[in-house]
């Protein structure tokens, strides 16, 4: 298994309050997701990385923000949490050289109550 | 914009027995590279299965293969010889090749396999 974890793996919070979820990756790949899980929907891109500091949106950017100051980490926000960002959040990585698939990390559940 | 159509919600299969997951998808460019994603109750997603376009030869990991069919934009996924243990939601997904290309996934699919 690709080495990647997320931190915490369960957090409940209340609407207004900043969420950091982290991502931490052991494989050296440059590139790094975030994705959102919801019923019907499958996965939806929300930001990734493709090397440090650089960070790029994706379909569903709004309310979360991104850093990553090392190769290894990846960090996404939710600034104010609502209701609408309860969901499973998985963190990905990738290699292009290798072929363009992704392997996840296990996922964090986020209840927003 | 690429998207990608799994039609079927839910199937169920009987254990030993075969079950195709069919996916569509739609793009406008010539290369890319499709996948099959399980993701079982445990909730961790597994790369199933990867598919070249430039390659015509279906790929084939043990029980799965898929069948590749580039000019209807069809990327279906055979499971053989079903398994209590491929119970899971599988997702198929596309991306085109170059820099910071993009995953897009299907909805996914259920299947269930019967003991």
């Known amino acids: 298994d690709a080495g990647i974890t997320q931190s915490p793996r369960h957090k409940v919070t209340e609407t207004g309050t900043p969420v950091t979820l982290r991502c931490h990756q052991t494989?050296?790949?440059?590139?790094m997701y975030w994705y959102r899980q919801d019923p019907g929907h499958g996965l939806r891109l929300i930001h990734y990385?493709?090397?440090?500091?650089?960070?790029d949106k994706g379909e569903v950017s709004d309310g979360y923000s991104v850093s990553r100051s090392k190769t290894e980490d990846f960090l996404l926000t939710l600034e104010s949490a609502t209701s609408s960002q309860t969901s499973v959040y998985f963190c990905?990585?990738?290699?292009?050289?290798?072929?363009?698939?992704?392997?996840f990390g296990p996922g964090t559940r986020l209840t927003v109550t | 914009a690429q998207t990608v159509t799994q039609s079927q919600p839910e199937m169920s299969v009987q254990e030993a027995e075969t079950v195709t997951l069919s996916c569509t998808y739609d793009t406008s460019e010539s290369n890319y590279y499709l996948f099959w994603y399980k993701q079982p109750p445990s909730r961790q997603m597994i790369l199933v299965i990867r598919?070249?376009?430039?390659?015509?030869q279906n790929a084939t990991e043990n029980r799965f293969s898929v069948n590749f069919q580039k000019a209807a934009k069809s990327f279906s996924l055979k499971i053989s010889d079903s398994q209590l243990g491929d119970t899971a939601m599988y997702f198929c997904a596309f991306i085109l090749t170059g820099a910071n290309s993009k995953l897009t996934f299907g909805k996914g699919i259920t299947l269930s396999v019967r003991p």
């Open positions: 990385s493709y090397g440090v500091k650089d960070t």
């Open positions: 598919q070249e376009a430039y390659k015509q």
């Open positions: 990905a990585i990738g290699a292009v050289l290798g072929g363009y698939e992704q392997y």
């Open positions: 494989e050296n790949h440059r590139y």
